[in-house]
């Protein structure tokens, strides 16, 4: 490709920028101030993109961020103990829930 025609594709680019409504958050909630650098891809039906799709909207997030958001809350349920602290053995090095046999720190 020509410089020349890479130059047309960026101001076209830049064009398009600037009418552009940015729904995407600096911050994911990952670690406070670092912006999401890592791509996944996802397969989904016709039914469910158009459904995520308006449950973000209706949400006021895009849909990436609704994903995301989602995604955060199936992975704390399934990596953090979630059971009472009635249910954990405390020593001075760590502690550990006796429910799930867990290490909680």
């Given at each position: 490709?020509?410089?020349?025609?890479?130059?047309?594709?960026?101001?076209?680019?830049?064009?398009?920028?600037?009418?552009?409504?940015?729904?995407?958050?600096?911050n994911?909630?990952s670690?406070?101030g670092?912006?999401?650098?890592?791509?996944?891809?996802?397969?989904?039906?016709e039914?469910d993109?158009?459904?995520?799709?308006?449950a973000?909207?209706?949400?006021?997030?895009?849909?990436?961020?609704?994903i995301?958001?989602?995604v955060?809350?199936?992975?704390?349920?399934?990596?953090?103990?979630?059971?009472?602290v009635?249910?954990?053995?405390t020593?001075?090095?760590s502690?550990?829930?006796?429910?799930?046999?867990?290490?909680?720190?």
């Amino acid at each position: 490709m020509s410089n020349e025609q890479e130059d047309n594709i960026e101001a076209a680019m830049a064009k398009v920028a600037e009418n552009l409504t940015l729904t995407r958050k600096a911050n994911t909630g990952s670690v406070p101030g670092e912006p999401a650098q890592k791509q996944v891809m996802v397969r989904a039906s016709e039914m469910d993109h158009v459904r995520w799709k308006e449950a973000a909207e209706k949400s006021g997030i895009s849909m990436a961020e609704f994903i995301r958001d989602a995604v955060n809350v199936a992975v704390k349920k399934s990596l953090e103990c979630e059971h009472p602290v009635e249910m954990r053995k405390t020593y001075p090095w760590s502690e550990f829930c006796l429910k799930c046999n867990s290490r909680i720190k």
